[in-house]
């Protein structure tokens, strides 16, 4: 009886301590008595669950405000805490389409350092092998403690043991991935299909707040492959085998071409970046693309070329507005590196809203991505679900044995 009574204190505790953490990553430095008031627990124990944070390393204060409010005892002001910046972090890895993102990221979400490297190879233990090697170099960067490894790919997963089931670009079977990234660096794995980690990041961001009808986001990537995330109610929206928003091979125009699964105007072979530059490597032989990249740059000063990407940001727009109108989203953001030149983001736009027609008042504004950083957003990504793990209540603070009082009192672990 006795033991069930503490595990339950202990599940509480965990669950307030993670309501901390989250609300730190979320808004920044902010003093204690905000915390208590917007995450409705009493200011003893946000103080009491603080005080353990700052025993770990976790939370660190500014020590000059903290310095004035020492000495200016007469209404001194209230000194904001924030997660510390230095002491641990996650490894976010994204398996690209033919790259591998490898890099490290703080407990704010900065990313501290990161590299690309082309994959070689395909087979999961070959991926481990250039993971591990991406990992030694950047660990001589920057040796903080390590949480967790995140991965994302496009991929179907089972994100309940981390295993890679079936519908991906690697031909992976039944791959459990997490426990042979878990058995070769010895720390908690997560691994997420990427749109969903993706939308999941921009929804920790900014959170959709709204009373009467479901908080809902979703994100619509238009890349190698297009995808779907959502997350609604704080939850990603999975379906009943990891394949909710996979619009890969899902009808869209009946007379369109070839798709490789072999029906014909799959989304994929009509909108994809893939398709794109199969059909202008057969428009232009001579100077043939391989790069959106170069696609795009060859489009400023090619009319037929710039038709193609016309073409295709109008078709995204109608896609958009189908799916809006089936969930009818409270946000809708749309990601991919060749929809998100300003030309092609307003065709899309344009699109979007006529497709809608007098109704398009009546649905959710197109939005971009709210993460405006140098780096590739599945990557980004990879790290916001690493840290999601870390500031759940999963996590456990242990009491260390020791002496020297300069030393933290307590360590973390993720426990795997
Ligand atoms: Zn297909």
């Not at 030694?136 to 991965?151: E, F, G, H, Y």
């Not at 691994?191 to 994100?219: C, F, K, W």
Request: charged share 20%.
């Amino acid at each position: 009886m006795k033991q069930t009574v503490i595990a339950d204190a202990e599940s509480v505790r965990a669950m307030n301590r993670s309501r901390v953490l989250q609300h730190l990553f979320r808004n920044g430095p902010t003093p204690r008595y905000k915390i208590a008031e917007n995450i409705n627990l009493t200011q003893a124990s946000v103080s009491r669950i603080i005080a353990e944070c700052m025993d770990a390393g976790l939370i660190v204060q500014d020590s000059e405000a903290s310095h004035m409010a020492e000495t200016n005892k007469v209404g001194r002001p209230p000194v904001p805490i924030f997660l510390n910046p230095n002491m641990y972090g996650v490894v976010a890895v994204h398996i690209g389409a033919t790259w591998l993102d490898v890099g490290l990221v703080n407990l704010q979400g900065n990313v501290i350092c990161h590299l690309r490297e082309q994959r070689k190879e395909e087979t999961p233990e070959y991926v481990i092998q250039q993971m591990q090697h991406a990992i030694d170099v950047l660990r001589q960067k920057d040796d903080r403690t390590m949480l967790a490894i995140s991965i994302t790919l496009n991929a179907q997963v089972d994100c309940r043991n981390g295993q890679i089931i079936g519908h991906n670009v690697f031909n992976w079977n039944h791959v459990p991935l997490a426990e042979m990234v878990q058995n070769t660096f010895h720390v908690r794995t997560i691994i997420d299909t990427n749109v969903y980690a993706m939308a999941l990041a921009e929804y920790v961001r900014a959170p959709v707040t709204s009373i009467q009808t479901d908080s809902s986001l979703m994100l619509v990537n238009v890349g190698t492959t297009v995808g779907m995330g959502m997350v609604v109610n704080q939850s990603i929206v999975r379906g009943k085998t990891g394949l909710s928003g996979f619009l890969e091979h899902t009808p869209w125009q009946a007379d369109g071409p070839l798709c490789e699964c072999g029906k014909k105007g799959c989304i994929t072979s009509l909108l994809s970046d893939r398709a794109l530059l199969a059909t202008a490597r057969e428009l232009r032989p001579d100077k043939p693309p391989f790069k959106i990249e170069d696609l795009v740059q060859l489009a400023t000063d090619d009319e037929v070329l710039k038709k193609l990407l016309r073409d295709r940001a109008v078709a995204v727009g109608q896609l958009l507005a189908t799916l809006v109108s089936v969930h009818d989203p409270s946000r809708l953001i749309l990601t991919g590196s060749s929809v998100m030149g300003p030309e092609e983001f307003m065709w899309v736009h344009e699109s979007y809203t006529r497709s809608l027609g007098k109704h398009a008042a009546d649905y959710v504004e197109l939005e971009t991505s709210s993460y405006d950083v140098p780096f590739p957003l599945p990557f980004v990504a990879s790290g916001v679900l690493g840290l999601q793990t870390v500031f759940s209540p999963q996590l456990s603070l242990l009491p260390i044995e020791q002496t020297d009082v300069t030393q933290l009192s307590h360590s973390v672990a993720l426990p795997y």
